[in-house]
Antibody, heavy 127, light 108 residues
């Protein structure tokens, strides 16, 4: 059974930093791309970013709203995904989910699909 | 960025009803669309990928259709556990991955 367990959320002041973790089990973590997605209270889903696997050089992509402030990393030896959040703003207050991706080849190109979600960890940015 | 617009934003229906939710993309995305279900206080769950393929374990009363810019999620006969918020999501082009704003399905 796929399990994704986030941790590290909490209360932080504007301008502060926080590091989220996501521990994976039940699948070969190193094979998969992984995402972070967030959801403000009562709002919709917002993609934060993605990290590819070792075969794709662990490259990352970010939403414009967090680029330059957030960094996604992973440690395949620990089956863990991380989100380092710096220069936090009140607008970053949200429930942060990690999500597992899978890739598929179709029509001459590769696609990346979200196919499982963690339970989420709450980040509150407030003075 | 590709924008996804869902309609309606909210919907009231009764157990046993047939329900359709629409998702429109701002540009063609082929069949690179997924639908996620989110119940209150729970994480999202993947229902459908590739516009019409059912994720493993999802009941057959859920179905998806469409390609290009117009997509639908249909629930053939609503069950009590289906009352939730539904999000479409495109995976044709990133960054960014984008989601629709959500459709809240409520009990009438």
């Amino acid at each position: 059974e796929v399990q994704l367990v986030e941790s590290g959320g909490g209360l932080v002041q504007p301008g502060g930093s926080l590091r989220l973790s996501c521990e994976a089990s039940g699948f070969t973590f190193s094979d998969h791309y992984m995402d972070w997605v967030r959801q403000a209270q009562g709002k919709g889903l917002e993609w934060v970013g993605r990290i590819r696997n070792e075969a794709n050089s662990y490259t990352t992509e970010y939403a414009a709203s967090v680029k330059g402030r957030f960094t996604i990393s992973r440690d395949d030896s620990k089956n863990s995904l991380y989100l380092q959040m710096n220069s936090l703003e009140t607008e970053d207050t949200a429930l942060y989910y990690c999500a597992r991706d899978r890739t598929k080849y179709s029509g001459g190109r590769w696609y990346v699909l979200i196919d499982d979600w963690g339970q989420g960890t709450l980040v509150t940015v407030s003075s | 960025a590709i924008q996804l617009t869902q309609s309606p934003s909210s919907l009231s229906a009764s157990v046993g009803d047939r329900v359709t939710i629409t998702c429109r993309a701002s540009q063609g995305i082929g069949s690179a669309l997924a639908w996620h279900q989110q119940k209150p206080g729970k994480p999202p769950k993947v229902l459908i990928y590739d516009a019409s393929s059912l994720q493993s374990g999802v009941p057959s009363r859920f179905s998806g259709s469409g390609s290009g810019t117009d997509f639908t999620l249909t629930i053939s006969s609503l069950q009590p556990e289906d009352f939730a918020t539904y999000y479409c999501q495109q995976f044709h082009t990133y960054p960014p991955v984008t989601f629709g704003q959500g459709t809240r399905l409520e009990i009438k």
